[in-house]
Each structure stands twice: as C-alpha cells, then as structure tokens.
C-alpha cells in the first residue's frame, strides 16, 4: 500500500513540477508582448475575461485568431466597453463573439484562457496604459487543474450573462458613437 501512496504522490509531483509559470510588470511592453504570443500560438480557443480592452496589439492578436479559424470569445465590463477608446466595437465588428457583463456589480477580472492550457491573470488590463505607463502584473501558467479552474469560470461568466442585453448594451453604443 505504501509502494502505491509513494508512487502516486511521485506522479502527481512531477506532473506539478513540469508546470511553468512567468511573471511579468508594467510599465513595460512584457505583458503586453506574452499576451500577444500566447494568442498568436493558440490553435484552438482563446477565452478572457477582462474589464477593459483597447491595446490596439491585443485588440489586433484577437482578430488575427479569429482569421486563422481559432475560436475567440471576450467578457468585458459594460462601463468600460461604453469609453470613447474600447476596442470592444472594433472586436464585435469583426465577428469576435463579445459580451459585456449583464450580472455583477463590474466585471473586474483580468485574465485569458489559451486553447485551455494555458492562462494570463492579474492586475494587467488589456489596454495601452497598463503596458505604457501603469503599475500592473501578470502571470502565465500552464499548470493542468489552475487552467481548467479558469476556463470553468470564463464558462460559467459566458453563461450567467445574457446575451441579449449585451446585443442591446452594443447596439447602443454603437448608435452614440454614429451621432
């Protein structure tokens, strides 16, 4: 029985110890530039959850996916998603599958699921700022059951937000920005 336990655990560790994790600051371009990449090497999805979006590189790395056949779904903040800047129209108008929240206060988080191995998180909006001139973080990590938690959750913020008020919430914009 121990012989299975000590097996098991030597497993189980080294599949942890192959995991690799990066960090990065801002102001810097490193976010910004590993994001990209990590878009730009997804073969199949890219999910992310974000508050605010208008770095015209990321914003571009999106469409870019959604040329190759990579499936691209983006959440974003309502509020921020109304600013004079958001990239959010620009991704909608390309055929990116957008919504914004419909369910909590604010959507606040900051974070990206690459064809459900690999993830970006922390302070780190995807806008021009946050690279040039905030003080913002990022992680990546391709640990198995960390990547799996947070396409979970990209599934279920999909989920629990509706559709039709985000349509709605677009159109509206849309028609402000026409004026």
Known sequence: MRLIFYTLWLVLMSLTAYAKTEVYFSPSKDCENRIVQAINDSKKEVVA????INNPNIVAALINAKKRGVK???LTDRVQASQKNSGVLILKTAGIDL???SKFKIEHNKFGVYDGALISTGSFNWTRP???SNSENCIFTDEHEIAMKYRERFSYLWKVNSENRSLSF???INRKRLK
């Not at 959850?49 to 605010?52: E, F, I, L, Q, T």
């Open 49 to 52: 959850a974000v508050y605010s």
């Open 170 to 172: 677009l159109q509206k």
């Open 99 to 101: 919504k914004v929240h």
């Open 72 to 74: 691209v779904q983006v």
């Open 130 to 132: 946050a690279a040039d």
